[in-house]
């Protein structure tokens, strides 16, 4: 398993879509993108950049949840990729018991950034994932990066957190 961070959220220009770049932590600090909804980006960063809304969201939620009935997050997997899709595990402990629930990734990026657990990728995903560096890469840092956050930004911009509000 390599162990990744969330390196930053943006919206691929072709589709419009948003993704969301994982990079090793160590190593030769390679990355992979995986394309997520509107709404998982918001809550990823939302908790990136510590927003809050004035209701809970869902990953809020979940946080909670866990934390009410001792449950603790011990990481986060990445652990397959099937065509384009990309499958994901929550690896929990509580009470002396260990469980591994299914997810997508993207709801397990949006707890992990919130619970602040370690996020790994399995090689063989990771190998098949990822992204060419040679300027296929979203930027890392730099003037590029901040133009591609800025346009993220207009989008998080146009995104009321009353707009989860029930």
């Known amino acids: 398993m390599i162990e990744v961070e969330v390196?930053?959220?943006?919206?691929?220009?072709?589709?419009?879509?948003?993704?969301?770049?994982?990079?090793?932590?160590?190593?030769?600090?390679?990355?992979?993108?995986?394309?997520?909804?509107?709404?998982?980006?918001?809550?990823?960063?939302?908790?990136?950049?510590h927003i809050e809304a004035p209701r809970p969201l869902t990953h809020?939620?979940?946080?909670?949840?866990?934390?009410?009935v001792g449950v603790e997050v011990e990481y986060v997997l990445v652990s397959e990729l099937r065509g384009s899709t990309f499958y994901a595990e929550l690896h929990l402990r509580g009470g002396g018991d260990s469980w591994s629930v299914s997810c997508r990734p993207s709801d397990a990026l949006a707890l992990a950034v919130r619970v602040q657990?370690?996020?790994?990728?399995?090689?063989?995903?990771?190998?098949a994932a990822?992204?060419?560096?040679?300027?296929d890469s979203p930027p890392r840092g730099g003037e590029d990066a901040e133009a591609t956050m800025e346009d993220f930004r207009q989008f998080i911009n146009t995104v009321n957190p009353e707009d989860f509000a029930s």
């Open 7 to 49: 390196d930053h959220v943006t919206v691929d220009p072709t589709t419009n879509t948003p993704m969301v770049l994982l990079r090793e932590t160590k190593g030769r600090g390679r990355a992979m993108s995986i394309f997520i909804g509107h709404p998982e980006a918001t809550a990823i960063v939302f908790a990136l950049e």
């Open 60 to 68: 809020d939620l979940l946080k909670d949840v866990l934390a009410t």
């Open 117 to 127: 657990c370690t996020i790994f990728v399995v090689e063989d995903v990771m190998d």
């Open 130 to 135: 990822l992204v060419e560096e040679e300027g």
